[in-house]
């Protein structure tokens, strides 16, 4: 079941042109959007921040489209009221050009949003990080707020090099050699009890799962950094965990040689996240009822 430019519908009845500047260009915008089940209700977890970055995606590439925050938004409960959920899973905004359209295009971009199932989606044992040779740059062309497939193409190569050499999954360092981020999500430390995460100012993207382990810890009254880290602290570190929203919390086992061993404080977050996410009276999950 999809909408696809406000019209719900349900199958694939729709394609995209070979000749469209999304395949050529790769001119495509994309958000997730984490969907628990709680007995007969369903939570959409921090759904107004994730349209706002989803369309200010839109945005920064250029690409323009019909639908704004609340038809959006609108649009995502009827689909979630729709269908049939009883699991855990993935709610995902695309906007891409589905028609032949030139490059510079200023033609309205469709907007197609779906349900997914991501239990499966990735590796089951996504832990063992490699540190990449390849870099990502503070400045470059492409803006880490962008969430595109061209950004991810670049972060596959590196992936599938890490799977070869018997990791999961990489961190990317800058241009500076400081830590950014892995190829889906950001990256924290735990080192003295306190909880340091690369600034956005690094080269990363602005994750909302990032920002809500933020705020977790500054209610549990702890010490949090956001500040360059050196690939020395991050082997130094007592914890190294990723966010992101369709991983949640990952604890990382290995960064290159260095293992690390469970963590208590790490343990008390994870616990308090999944508690946020599951809650019904949390205002950061929006409730429709099954």
């Given amino acids: 079941m999809y909408i696809l430019n406000r019209e719900l519908i349900?199958?694939?009845?729709?394609g995209i042109s070979i000749k469209s500047p999304s395949i050529r260009y790769g001119l495509l915008v994309f958000d997730a959007i984490n969907v628990e089940c709680i007995n007969d209700t369903i939570l959409i977890f921090r759904l107004n921040e994730h349209i706002e970055r989803f369309l200010l995606s839109c945005k920064h590439l250029g690409l323009k489209t019909e639908q704004d925050e609340i038809s959006i938004r609108e649009d995502c409960l009827n689909l979630i009221k729709n269908a049939k959920i009883n699991k855990t899973m993935g709610l995902r905004l695309l906007a891409f050009y589905d028609?032949?359209?030139s490059f510079l295009t200023d033609k309205k971009a469709s907007i197609v949003i779906y349900l997914l199932d991501v239990q499966n989606m990735y590796l089951k044992n996504n832990d063992k990080l490699m540190i990449s040779d390849y870099q990502k740059c503070i400045n470059g062309m492409m803006p880490a707020s962008i969430k595109t497939n061209a950004t991810y193409a670049y972060f596959?190569?590196?992936?599938?090099?890490?799977?070869d050499c018997g990791f999961s999954d990489v961190i990317f360092l800058n241009t500076d050699g400081y830590v950014t981020e892995s190829s889906r999500s950001n990256i924290f430390i735990i080192s003295e009890n306190k909880i340091i995460t690369p600034p956005i100012s690094s080269g990363v993207l602005k994750g909302i799962t990032r920002d809500t382990i933020i705020s977790i810890a500054n209610n549990m009254h702890l010490v949090v950094e956001e500040k360059n880290i050196c690939r020395t602290e991050l082997y130094d570190a007592n914890a190294v965990?990723?966010?992101?929203?369709?991983?949640g919390i990952t604890k990382i086992s290995q960064v290159d040689h260095v293992q690390y061993k469970t963590n208590e404080l790490l343990e008390k977050i994870i616990q308090e996240y999944k508690n946020i996410i599951k809650d019904e009276n949390n205002e950061w999950n929006t409730k429709v009822q099954k």
């Fill in 99 to 101: 028609k032949e359209a």
């Fill in 156 to 163: 596959r190569i590196a992936v599938q090099k890490a799977i």
């Fill in 10 to 14: 349900d199958c694939e009845d729709f």
């Fill in 241 to 247: 965990f990723t966010t992101g929203t369709s991983l």
